[in-house]
C-alpha cells in the first residue's frame, strides 16, 4: 500500500534563523520576488542559490529566457509528456499516480528545476471550465486520493511540488477578477479538502494561490485562505507562491501569507514584493517581520530540497527523456482510455471491439477455378483531425515540448504493420489552425480577455463562414467516400486545446467543427464506426444512441496513440473509470441552470454542495455516462459484501469480486456512502473508497477495504467542524456509482 507522506517534514529552525540573520534587508527582498519569469534570486555571498521553478502539470515545459515569452527554441528541452490529471484521475489507479509523479518529478530535477507547477487539483465544478483537462474530477475525494502519490512522487526527487490554484479557481472567464462565493459547507466538503491534504498528508512544500477572489478578496491576499485556514488551521509552513500576476497590492500582499511574487511582466524590479517594499519597509509602513517570515519559508523549502550547505552535494540530480519514463507514460495511458459503449456489430453476436486478428487477416483472392492467386488488405479508414494531431504543445501553461507523441494513426499502424491498408481523411475542417508553437498566449494573460470578440456582420467574418461551410463540405465528401470503401471505420474527433484550454472557457458543450453531421453520416454508412474522443472535458453526443462504439481518451500523454491501439485491438483490456460525469446535455448541469458559471464579476456557488455527481443524483437526472462508469472487454461480478467495525471504531468492506469473462481485466470497486436521515441536506450517496483490482480470468479474490470518513461526516457550520450524527448509514457497493448492487446498512 501507498503511504501518504510527500517529503520531508523537518523544520530547519536553527539553519534557519542563522542565515535569516545574516542577510540584508535587499537580499531578503530580492529572494521574495522573481528576477525571470520562472526564477527569484539567490544570495550568492551565503551559498544561497535562487529558486527556479518550471511548469507543469504534463510535463517538464520548455524553456524560456528570463525575460522573454518567446521558448529558448534550443533542442535540449523535449520531455516526457505524461497524461494530463484528467487521464491520471480516469485510472482510478494510485499507484500510476505515484509512477507519474516521480517522473515530473526525476524530469525536473534533471532539467536543473527546484518546483514543478503541479499539480492542479481544483473541482470540476463545471464541464465548461477550460482548465478541466489539468484538473482531476468532480469528487474531491478521488482528487484526493490521486494528487497525493503524485506529489510523493514528484518531491522524492528533491523537487517541490506546488498544488495549485488555491482556492475556488473554476473557471477561466473573468479569472484574473472573478468574485467566488462559496458557502463554508460547501467550501469545507468539496473545494478544499484535495488541497488540505495535499499539504498536511502530502507536505507538498509549495502551493500556489489562485488569481480570483474569494468572498472579496484577492486569493494572493486573502486573510481567510492564507493565513486563517492555511497557515492556522492546517499548520502549513511551505512557500506560497503566487500565481503568475496574480497580486494586486504590496501592503496588501507583504503582511498576507503570499511568500514569493511571480508574474509574467519583465519589470522584475516594480513588483510589489520588490522595490515598491523596500520602500515600504523603510518608511516604515511594512514590518520586516513580513518579509523574514516569507524569507523563513522559502529557506525551509530549500533545506527540504537539499538546496543548502553540505547536502546540496546529495540532493538527486533527476534525468530525463529515459526510456523508463516512456514506458511509465505508456502504462499510464493504458490505464486512461475509457471503454463507454460496445455494442453488437450489426447483424452479429459479437461486440465491435477489441477488433479481432481476424477482422484484420489479409483475404485470399482466388480465381474463376477457385485457386487462391493473392491476398487483399483489410482496409481501416481512419477518420478526423484529432487522429493525426499532437496535443503537447497546447492548452496554456501545460504545453510541452514532447520528445515526441503518438497519434492514434501511428499507432494503428505501427501496431498493425504492412499487412493492413490504413487511410485517413481529415473528416472536418478546423478554419485558422495555427501551430500551437506561433500562438504567444502568456504574454497577453493578464489581460481580462485573452481572445477579443469579433463583430459577426463584419465582411471578414462572412467571408470566414463561407469559407468555413465550402472547406467542410469538400472534407465530409471526401470523408464519406473512403468510408464507403472501408472494412473498418475508426472516427476520431473531440476537442483540442484550443477548445481546453487556459485563459478562457468554453461558450457550450457541443462538438466543433461540424463534427456531429460527420459522425452522422459515417454512421449512416458503417454502423459499427468506432468513435473515439479525444478531449479534455465532456462534449454533447447527440449521435450516441446510434454509436455502438465510443472509446474515451483525455489527454493521454505521448504515448496515447500506442496506448489506444492496444486497445482497440484488445492487447490491453480498457479499466478506466469517468473521474467525472457526462451530462447528456449542458443544460442539465446546475451550474446552467442556476446561471452561475462563466460570468463576469461575481460568482456564487449556489449549488452548494451538489457538484457533479452529487447534483444529478439529487434531482434524478439521467447523465449520458455517470461518474464512475467505464467498461470493460471482459465482466466482473461482485457478491457477499460485509462492512466491519474493528475494536477502535474503524471500518472496513470486504467484498468477493470474480473475473466471470474469458480474458484478463481490472474492475474498481467503488464504494459509497449514504446517510439517509440527517438534520441537513445530504447528498444520495458520496465516495468513500475504492481500489482497482486485477483479475485473470475466472478469478475470484476477496478485497477488503478500509472505510474513510468521507459521507458520514458533513460540516457542520455552527460547530465548525466535520461531524457524524448517529444512525444508519449505508454503504454501496459497486462498478459505477449508477450501479451499485451491493448495499449494507450500519449503525453509528
Ligand atoms: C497559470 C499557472 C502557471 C503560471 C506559470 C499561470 O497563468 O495559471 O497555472 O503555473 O501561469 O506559467
Same mark, same amino acid.
Given at each position: 500500500?501507498?503511504?501518504?507522506t510527500?517529503?520531508?517534514?523537518?523544520?530547519?529552525?536553527?539553519?534557519?534563523?542563522?542565515?535569516?540573520?545574516?542577510?540584508?534587508?535587499?537580499?531578503?527582498i530580492?529572494?521574495?520576488?522573481?528576477?525571470?519569469?520562472?526564477?527569484?534570486?539567490?544570495?550568492?555571498?551565503?551559498?544561497i542559490?535562487?529558486?527556479?521553478?518550471?511548469?507543469?502539470?504534463?510535463?517538464v515545459?520548455?524553456?524560456?529566457?528570463?525575460?522573454?515569452?518567446?521558448?529558448?527554441?534550443?533542442?535540449?528541452?523535449?520531455?516526457?509528456?505524461?497524461?494530463?490529471?484528467?487521464?491520471?484521475?480516469?485510472?482510478?489507479?494510485?499507484?500510476?499516480a505515484?509512477?507519474?509523479?516521480?517522473?515530473?518529478?526525476?524530469?525536473?530535477?534533471?532539467?536543473?528545476?527546484?518546483?514543478?507547477?503541479?499539480?492542479?487539483?481544483?473541482?470540476?465544478?463545471?464541464?465548461?471550465?477550460?482548465?478541466?483537462?489539468?484538473?482531476?474530477?468532480?469528487?474531491?475525494?478521488?482528487?484526493?486520493?490521486?494528487?497525493?502519490?503524485?506529489?510523493?512522487?514528484?518531491?522524492?526527487?528533491?523537487?517541490?511540488?506546488?498544488?495549485?490554484?488555491?482556492?475556488?479557481?473554476?473557471?477561466?472567464?473573468d479569472?484574473?477578477?472573478v468574485?467566488?462565493?462559496?458557502?463554508?459547507?460547501?467550501?469545507?466538503?468539496?473545494?478544499?479538502?484535495?488541497?488540505?491534504?495535499?499539504?498536511?498528508?502530502?507536505?507538498?512544500?509549495?502551493?500556489?494561490?489562485?488569481?480570483?477572489?474569494?468572498?472579496?478578496?484577492?486569493?494572493?491576499?486573502?486573510?481567510?485562505?492564507?493565513?486563517?485556514?492555511?497557515?492556522?488551521?492546517?499548520?502549513y509552513?511551505?512557500?506560497?507562491?503566487?500565481?503568475?500576476?496574480?497580486?494586486?497590492?504590496?501592503?496588501?500582499?507583504?503582511?498576507?501569507?503570499?511568500?514569493?511574487?511571480?508574474?509574467?511582466?519583465?519589470?522584475?524590479?516594480?513588483?510589489?514584493?520588490?522595490?515598491?517594499?523596500?520602500?515600504a519597509v523603510?518608511?516604515?509602513?511594512?514590518?520586516?517581520?513580513?518579509?523574514?517570515?516569507?524569507?523563513?519559508?522559502?529557506?525551509?523549502?530549500?533545506?527540504?530540497?537539499?538546496?543548502?550547505?553540505?547536502?546540496?552535494?546529495?540532493?538527486?540530480?533527476?534525468?530525463?527523456?529515459?526510456?523508463?519514463?516512456?514506458?511509465?507514460a505508456?502504462?499510464?495511458a493504458?490505464?486512461?482510455?475509457?471503454?463507454?459503449?460496445?455494442?453488437?456489430?450489426?447483424?452479429?453476436?459479437?461486440?465491435?471491439?477489441?477488433?479481432?486478428?481476424a477482422?484484420?487477416?489479409?483475404?485470399?483472392?482466388?480465381d474463376?477455378?477457385g485457386?487462391?492467386?493473392?491476398?487483399?488488405?483489410?482496409?481501416?479508414?481512419?477518420?478526423?483531425?484529432?487522429?493525426?494531431?499532437?496535443?503537447?504543445?497546447?492548452?496554456?501553461?501545460?504545453? /510541452?515540448? *514532447? $520528445?515526441?507523441? !503518438?497519434? %492514434?494513426?501511428?499507432?494503428?499502424?505501427?501496431?498493425? @504493420?504492412?499487412? #493492413? +491498408?490504413?487511410?485517413?481523411?481529415?473528416?472536418?475542417?478546423?478554419p485558422?489552425?495555427?501551430?500551437?508553437?506561433?500562438?504567444?498566449?502568456?504574454?497577453?494573460?493578464?489581460?481580462?480577455?485573452?481572445?477579443?470578440?469579433?463583430?459577426?456582420?463584419?465582411?471578414?467574418?462572412?467571408?470566414?463562414?463561407?469559407?468555413?461551410?465550402?472547406?467542410?463540405?469538400?472534407?465530409?465528401?471526401?470523408?464519406?467516400?473512403?468510408?464507403?470503401?472501408?472494412?473498418?471505420?475508426?472516427?476520431?474527433?473531440?476537442?483540442?486545446?484550443?477548445?481546453?484550454?487556459?485563459?478562457?472557457?468554453?461558450a457550450?458543450?457541443?462538438?466543433?467543427?461540424?463534427?456531429?453531421?460527420? /459522425?452522422? *453520416? $459515417?454512421?449512416? !454508412?458503417? %454502423?459499427?464506426?468506432?468513435?473515439?474522443?479525444?478531449? @479534455?472535458?465532456? #462534449? +454533447?453526443m447527440?449521435?450516441?444512441?446510434?454509436?455502438?462504439?465510443?472509446?474515451?481518451?483525455?489527454?493521454?500523454?505521448?504515448?496515447?496513440?500506442?496506448?489506444?491501439?492496444?486497445v482497440?485491438?484488445?492487447?490491453?483490456?480498457?479499466?478506466?473509470?469517468?473521474?467525472?460525469?457526462?451530462?447528456?446535455?449542458?443544460?442539465?448541469?446546475?451550474?446552467?441552470?442556476?446561471?452561475?458559471?462563466?460570468?463576469?464579476?461575481?460568482?456564487?456557488?449556489?449549488?452548494?454542495?451538489?457538484?457533479?455527481?452529487?447534483?444529478?443524483?439529487?434531482?434524478?437526472?439521467?447523465?449520458?455516462?455517470?461518474?464512475?462508469?467505464?467498461?470493460?472487454?471482459t465482466?466482473?461480478?461482485?457478491?457477499? $459484501?460485509?462492512?466491519?467495525?474493528?475494536?477502535?471504531?474503524?471500518?472496513?468492506?470486504?467484498?468477493?469480486?470474480?473475473?466471470?469473462?474469458?480474458?484478463?481485466g481490472?474492475?474498481?470497486?467503488?464504494?459509497?456512502?449514504?446517510?439517509?436521515?440527517?438534520?441537513?441536506?445530504?447528498?444520495?450517496?458520496?465516495?468513500?473508497?475504492?481500489?482497482?483490482?486485477?483479475l485473470?480470468?475466472?478469478?475470484?479474490?476477496?478485497?477488503?477495504?478500509?472505510?474513510?470518513?468521507?459521507?458520514?461526516?458533513?460540516?457542520?457550520?455552527?460547530?465548525?467542524?466535520?461531524?457524524?450524527?448517529?444512525?444508519?448509514?449505508?454503504?454501496?457497493?459497486?462498478?459505477?456509482?449508477?450501479?451499485?448492487?451491493?448495499?449494507?446498512?450500519?449503525?453509528?
Open positions: 500500500m501507498l503511504t501518504r510527500g517529503g520531508n517534514n523537518m523544520n530547519y529552525k536553527l539553519q534557519i534563523e542563522e542565515l535569516l540573520g545574516q542577510l540584508t534587508l535587499e537580499e531578503k530580492d529572494m521574495i520576488h522573481g528576477c525571470g519569469f520562472f526564477r527569484t534570486k539567490g544570495v550568492e555571498r551565503l551559498g542559490p535562487g529558486v527556479v521553478t518550471s511548469d507543469g502539470p504534463m510535463g515545459r520548455m524553456q524560456f529566457p528570463d525575460d522573454s515569452w518567446i521558448p529558448v527554441g534550443k533542442t535540449d528541452d523535449y520531455v516526457t509528456y505524461n497524461p494530463s490529471n484528467s487521464a491520471l484521475a480516469a485510472t482510478w489507479n494510485p499507484e500510476l505515484y509512477e507519474s509523479g516521480k517522473v515530473l518529478g526525476e524530469e525536473a530535477r534533471g532539467r536543473g528545476k527546484d518546483v514543478i507547477l503541479a499539480p492542479g487539483i481544483n473541482i470540476k465544478r463545471d464541464p465548461l471550465c477550460g482548465r478541466n483537462f489539468e484538473y482531476m474530477s468532480e469528487d474531491p475525494y478521488l482528487t484526493e486520493t490521486m494528487a497525493l502519490p503524485l506529489i510523493r512522487g514528484i518531491q522524492e526527487n528533491d523537487v517541490a511540488a506546488c498544488v495549485k490554484h488555491f482556492a475556488v479557481n473554476n473557471q477561466e472567464t479569472r484574473m477578477a468574485d467566488t462565493y462559496v458557502d463554508e459547507r460547501a467550501l469545507r466538503e468539496i473545494y478544499l479538502p484535495a488541497f488540505k491534504a495535499a499539504v498536511q498528508e502530502g507536505c507538498s512544500y509549495s502551493i500556489m494561490n489562485a488569481y480570483n477572489q474569494f468572498r472579496g478578496h484577492f486569493c494572493s491576499e486573502s486573510k481567510e485562505l492564507l493565513d486563517d485556514i492555511l497557515r492556522e488551521e492546517w499548520g509552513d511551505g512557500v506560497v507562491i503566487s500565481d503568475w500576476g496574480s497580486t494586486h497590492s504590496t501592503k496588501g500582499v507583504a503582511e498576507s501569507s503570499m511568500d514569493m511574487e511571480m508574474s509574467v511582466t519583465t519589470d522584475f524590479e516594480d513588483y510589489y514584493l520588490a522595490r515598491p517594499l523596500l520602500e523603510r518608511k516604515g509602513e511594512v514590518d520586516e517581520a513580513c518579509v523574514d517570515a516569507k524569507v523563513r519559508n522559502i529557506l525551509r523549502m530549500m533545506f527540504r530540497l537539499k538546496m543548502l550547505g553540505g547536502q546540496a552535494c546529495e540532493r538527486k540530480q533527476g534525468v530525463y527523456d529515459t526510456s523508463e519514463h516512456r514506458q511509465k505508456y502504462e499510464a493504458k490505464e486512461a482510455i475509457i471503454l463507454l459503449k460496445n455494442e453488437e456489430r450489426e447483424g452479429e453476436r459479437r461486440r465491435v471491439l477489441p477488433l479481432s486478428p477482422d484484420l487477416a489479409m483475404q485470399p483472392v482466388s474463376a477455378a485457386k487462391v492467386i493473392s491476398a487483399r488488405k483489410r482496409r481501416i479508414v481512419m477518420i478526423g483531425h484529432n487522429a493525426v494531431y499532437h496535443h503537447a504543445g497546447g492548452g496554456g501553461s501545460a504545453e /510541452i515540448k *514532447a $520528445l515526441y507523441e !503518438i497519434s %492514434p494513426l501511428l499507432g494503428m499502424k505501427k501496431a498493425l @504493420g504492412g499487412n #493492413v +491498408e490504413i487511410v485517413h481523411a481529415q473528416g472536418y475542417y478546423i485558422g489552425k495555427k501551430d500551437v508553437n506561433e500562438v504567444n498566449w502568456q504574454e497577453a494573460s493578464l489581460e481580462r480577455r485573452v481572445m477579443g470578440e469579433k463583430d459577426p456582420d463584419s465582411e471578414e467574418q462572412k467571408a470566414l463562414r463561407k469559407e468555413i461551410e465550402e472547406n467542410r463540405a469538400k472534407l465530409l465528401q471526401e470523408a464519406c467516400a473512403l468510408a464507403k470503401t472501408a472494412d473498418i471505420v475508426i472516427f476520431v474527433g473531440g476537442l483540442n486545446h484550443d477548445y481546453d484550454t487556459e485563459g478562457r472557457d468554453r457550450d458543450m457541443k462538438l466543433p467543427y461540424g463534427q456531429d453531421e460527420l /459522425i452522422r *453520416a $459515417l454512421l449512416d !454508412i458503417n %454502423p459499427d464506426t468506432i468513435v473515439v474522443m479525444h478531449a @479534455g472535458s465532456p #462534449v +454533447e447527440p449521435w450516441l444512441d446510434r454509436a455502438k462504439a465510443l472509446v474515451w481518451c483525455y489527454f493521454s500523454g505521448m504515448e496515447t496513440g500506442s496506448a489506444l491501439a492496444d482497440l485491438l484488445g492487447k490491453v483490456n480498457p479499466s478506466a473509470k469517468l473521474p467525472e460525469t457526462f451530462p447528456v446535455k449542458y443544460s442539465d448541469t446546475v451550474t446552467c441552470k442556476n446561471g452561475e458559471f462563466g460570468k463576469e464579476g461575481r460568482v456564487e456557488y449556489k449549488e452548494g454542495i451538489f457538484v457533479g455527481y452529487r447534483y444529478y443524483e439529487k434531482e434524478g437526472i439521467k447523465p449520458a455516462f455517470s461518474f464512475g462508469y467505464g467498461l470493460s472487454y465482466q466482473f461480478s461482485l457478491k457477499d $459484501l460485509k462492512v466491519l467495525q474493528a475494536p477502535d471504531h474503524s471500518l472496513k468492506l470486504t467484498v468477493q469480486v470474480k473475473n466471470t469473462g474469458d480474458r484478463a481490472a474492475e474498481v470497486i467503488q464504494c459509497y456512502v449514504s446517510d439517509p436521515v440527517c438534520s441537513v441536506e445530504r447528498p444520495v450517496k458520496e465516495l468513500n473508497a475504492y481500489q482497482k483490482v486485477f485473470q480470468p475466472g478469478e475470484e479474490k476477496q478485497v477488503t477495504i478500509p472505510l474513510t470518513e468521507r459521507g458520514f461526516v458533513y460540516y457542520d457550520v455552527e460547530r465548525k467542524a466535520f461531524v457524524t450524527e448517529p444512525g444508519e448509514y449505508v454503504v454501496s457497493v459497486g462498478n459505477a456509482s449508477d450501479n451499485c448492487l451491493l448495499q449494507e446498512c450500519i449503525v453509528l
